[in-house]
């Protein structure tokens, strides 16, 4: 899926403002020593006497500084690798608070924290991945939490296949007893009981 021009959303986007993040289309776009700029904030460094590119300009969605840094609208939403891959996530993505997820190996009270932490990381992660660790920008980002979504969905379902495996082979054992008449106890499994 391709992402439409904030400006014309019947347009294709070819980038995105290195200002504000905003997506551009080639009639929106500035182009600055390789920088792409959107009219908007190129209109207004130009007001201001700032060029874009010059030392000293914070960018306006900076990211990796904490509560300081303002996310950008298009980070916002739920996050698929922040909710399969929890704590492993986390560790990659440098929120901390994810290792909380690793109660989850405690019964009963620490399934709850798990699955709660997996819901808080799935609401807020993108959020606090964008704070908390340094991006190029925000395709740079995108592209990035897409990959960690792929990994949780990869083993999920190869834990699956897995699970699913190892219960036909179990059957399958059980059957082969069951017909050899070795069903008896679990000794006779053993050879080499005495």
Not at 124 to 131: F, K, M, S, V
Not at 138 to 143: G, K, L, N, T, Y
Request: glycine fraction near 10%; aromatic fraction near 12%.
């Amino acid at each position: 899926m391709s992402m439409k021009c904030a400006i014309h959303p019947d347009r294709d986007a070819i980038g995105s403002c290195c200002s504000c993040g905003s997506f551009v289309c080639p009639e929106c776009k500035a182009d600055i020593g390789g920088q792409i700029y959107c009219n908007q904030c190129l209109e207004a460094r130009l007001k201001t006497g700032s060029w874009p590119g010059q030392t000293g300009i914070v960018e306006p969605y900076a990211s990796g500084m904490g509560a300081n840094s303002p996310v950008p609208p298009d980070i916002k939403g739920w996050s698929w690798g922040g909710f399969l891959l929890t704590w492993i996530w986390g560790l990659g993505n440098n929120v901390w608070i994810s290792l909380i997820a690793i109660l989850g190996f405690i019964p009963y009270i620490g399934w709850v924290i798990s699955l709660t932490m997996r819901i808080i990381l799935g609401v807020r992660g993108n959020e606090w991945a964008w704070q908390h660790k340094k991006w190029d920008n925000i395709e740079h980002f995108q592209r990035t939490q897409r990959k960690w979504m792929w990994w949780g969905i990869g083993i999920i379902v190869a834990s699956i296949i897995f699970a699913i495996a190892l219960t036909v082979l179990l059957i399958s054992l059980f059957m082969i007893a069951k017909t050899m008449g070795i069903d008896k106890s679990w000794q006779d499994l053993i050879p080499w009981h005495l």
